[in-house]
């Protein structure tokens, strides 16, 4: 799937701000590029967030935004 698609399936599910502002901020910074050029745990840093609490929140959001494209 390219980033693309994903940014568009992410924009038509209703995310919580704290999951927004996660995903925006990978998506922002190559999270989902490949290869990627930052980690989860980077992103937790930037976010100031936990990288456990981050990858969760990243993995329900992509698995939100998957199941929106196959609808």
Same mark, same amino acid.
């Given at each position: 799937?390219? @980033? +693309? +698609? $994903? *940014? @568009?399936a992410? !924009?038509?599910?209703? /995310? #919580?701000? *704290?999951?927004?502002? #996660? %995903?925006?901020?990978? /998506?922002?910074?190559?999270?989902?590029e490949? =290869? !990627? *050029? #930052?980690?989860? #745990?980077?992103v &937790? &840093?930037? $976010?100031?967030?936990? =990288?456990?609490?981050?990858?969760? @929140? $990243? !993995? !329900? %959001? *992509?698995?939100? &935004? $998957?199941?929106? /494209? /196959?609808?």
């Amino acid at each position: 799937m390219s @980033t +693309g +698609g $994903l *940014e @568009t399936a992410v !924009r038509r599910i209703e /995310l #919580t701000d *704290e999951e927004r502002r #996660t %995903v925006a901020h990978a /998506l922002d910074s190559g999270y989902y590029e490949q =290869p !990627r *050029e #930052t980690t989860h #745990t980077e992103v &937790a &840093a930037a $976010l100031d967030s936990d =990288p456990m609490s981050v990858a969760k @929140t $990243l !993995r !329900r %959001v *992509e698995r939100h &935004a $998957l199941s929106t /494209l /196959l609808d």
